[in-house]
């Protein structure tokens, strides 16, 4: 009882600091990228914040593989130093039980992920986002594996109409390729896919997402992709045009 009561002025007071925490928070991420000489993941977020607000790409941000929410939490607080809040949904999308385990071409020499790495709980990640001034509202979490959940009926469900950032960070080949397939009818011109494991296979772009998103380039030649930044050891992204 006695910690009941100790808990709820803590609480008043976190709620009343949340607003300086976000901003504290946004601070120090572009201060700690302004102070690394290679494009950090940071500024490569900010980077392709500032080009979408510049070229006005209306739509939402999609999130496949958020692990304990940090790449949302960064992105979040980069769209509201652009003022980007108001304009985007937010969806993001995992399992919340980790990698599957890998099969077919992402179980060959690569042994470098396993089943359950990256596990991290919903309730964790929302505590986790919460905490770092995301509301949870923003951000609608859709759990569950890829090749079950994403169809045509979530779709319909979720009424995604375009997207203007979609982050792809699932590491595996057979993760990616029904992602890709997903997001298909969402992309428009201007939208920027970042890949987060790009060379994560020895550079090697015949394995992993690199080598899921060549396959779904050619299945889909009215998709055409631009290389644009890359950034931090395996990211790199592409700004995406529709004929
Ligand atoms: C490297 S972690 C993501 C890290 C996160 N973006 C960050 O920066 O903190 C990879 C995530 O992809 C998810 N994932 C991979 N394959 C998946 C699949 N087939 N279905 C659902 N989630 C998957 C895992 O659960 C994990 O959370």
């Not at 991420?29 to 290679?38: A, G, I, L, Q």
């Amino acid at each position: 009882m006695a910690s009941r009561i100790l808990s709820l002025p803590i609480r008043a007071v976190r709620k009343a600091l949340s607003p300086i925490s976000s901003r504290f928070n946004a601070m120090l991420f572009d201060w700690r990228s302004r102070h690394r000489e290679y494009l950090s993941r940071q500024l490569l977020f900010d980077t392709i914040v500032g080009f979408v607000a510049d070229c006005q790409i209306e739509g939402d941000y999609l999130e496949f593989g958020c692990f304990g929410g940090g790449s949302l939490v960064d992105i979040f607080h980069t769209m509201r130093g652009h003022h980007r809040l108001a304009n985007v949904q937010f969806f993001i999308f995992d399992s919340f039980e980790g990698l599957p385990e890998p099969t077919g071409l992402d179980a060959n020499e690569f042994r470098r992920y396993e089943r359950g790495q990256f596990a991290c709980s919903l309730d964790q990640y929302i505590a986790n986002i919460r905490r770092q001034g995301v509301p949870i509202e923003r951000a609608r979490c859709i759990p569950g594996w890829y090749d079950k959940t994403l169809n045509a009926e979530l779709k319909k469900n979720l009424r995604i109409k375009k997207a203007s950032i979609v982050l792809i960070d699932c590491d595996l080949y057979e993760s990616t390729v029904p992602v890709l397939d997903f997001i298909a009818d969402y992309i428009q011109d201007g939208t920027v896919l970042i890949f987060d494991d790009w060379f994560s296979y020895k550079g090697r772009l015949d394995l992993g997402e690199a080598r899921a998103f060549n396959e779904w380039l050619a299945k889909n030649p009215r998709i055409h992709a631009t290389e644009y930044h890359k950034a931090g050891r395996t990211m790199i992204s592409f700004i995406m045009k529709v004929d």
